[in-house]
């Protein structure tokens, strides 16, 4: 029997707009709540793909400045994403991991130095600073989910040979989320380097790297952004990015890269030093799009939608006979993702009987991941909860 849910008005509350449905196609092929590993792209991000695919077959690149100026659109973009202090801190690179190495590998490092990190940490965030242990650089690995206060558990375990806290903002098995800026107020007091990765938190809810006194932040496209794999956005305040070694050298890593009759190439002050070779254009137009539809949705109203989904469905997955929660709800602790399990089914049948009934979700965490975005807040998310239960009965 389908459950009779409530969901808040959302096209009236202004957070949803009816005309999302024709630029989300997606809404119409069952139930992508997969948002947290890959997103599908919207109709506009498509389209600009395609238009820019059909341009370099018919004429070329004889229109260069155009894409540069599309260049300069993005990086604008992302800043206001972040609420970076200017573009100029914005690089474009290929993706989280390629961000993490550029700070992990361009650090000054010396032996006795540590790093402090949470534990389960996704690779990304992890293998770069254990590789710094040949090094003699000390790796601290934080259980921050026996505690009720995660950030102090983190700044306990820093000292005065701490070099830098690396976290993600929201962890990636089950949508856990850190108080960001509790640790960056405390790191940039103590003149510790602050690093978030923010795959899972940037393009679903609000972040600002000057109020949570980050020094670098990374996200990939692909997830919340809604854009192409292969490109990622990096973020350096300016003091901090002056702290780092740099890793590759190429025509590309100075300011007025196309001037080729220079005898000298300076690396640009600016982040665009990190970009040393020829840019993804092709990413950078789909990135662009998706970028643009986010904030002309505006990412208060994004962030609302995220929030209601999170509470909606784990409001309603607490009702249906036989789940169990791996995370309860907490406005203040939560993001996209919800996860549940059904004891004692394995969780592989689980997944199975859901994907049949044509719900794209993961394995994350000991339970079923969900992570829908905000244009499927309201009746894509009833229809989501009728599907699961009907599936648990059959259980």
Known sequence: MNMDTSTPDLIAAGLIDASLIDSFPILKQGHYVNHAAIAPWPAATTQAVQAFAQENCDIGPIHYTNWLRRERELRKGLARLTNAESPHDIALLKNTTDCICTVANGVHWQAGDNVVIPKDEFPSNRLPWLALQS??????????????????????????????????????????RLELKTLGTACR??????????????????????????????????KWLLGPEGIAVFYSRQEARDQLSLLQHGWHMTDDPYQFGREDWPPSATASRFE????????????????????????????????????????????????????????????????????????????????????????????????????????????????????????
């Open 135 to 176: 090094q003699g650089v000390e790796v601290r690995e934080v259980d921050i989910r026996s505690t009720d206060t995660p950030e102090q558990a983190l700044l306990s375990h820093m000292d005065n040979r701490t070099r830098l806290l690396s976290v993600s903002a929201v962890q990636w098995t089950d949508g856990f």
């Open 276 to 395: 040393a070779g020829t840019p993804n254009m092709l990413g950078q137009v789909g990135f662009n799009a998706s970028v643009k539809l986010l904030l002309d949705h505006g990412m208060s109203k994004v962030a609302q939608a995220v929030m209601c989904n999170t509470g909606h469905l784990s409001e309603g997955l607490q009702a249906i006979s036989g789940i169990r929660m791996i995370k309860s709800f907490d406005p203040l602790r939560s993001a996209g993702m919800v996860c549940f399990d059904l004891p004692p089914t394995p969780l592989p049948d689980l997944l199975d009987a859901l994907t049949r009934k044509q719900v794209v979700c993961t394995i994350r965490g000991g339970g079923i991941r969900l992570s829908p975005h905000f244009y499927q807040a309201g009746t894509p998310i009833d229809a989501l909860l009728n599907v699961i239960e009907d599936v648990v009965l059959m259980k």
């Open 189 to 222: 007091a103590d003149n510790i380097l602050f690093f978030v990765d923010a795959i899972q938190i940037l393009g679903a809810l609000e972040i600002d790297v000057q109020d949570c006194r980050i020094d670098f932040l990374a996200a990939d496209a692909h």
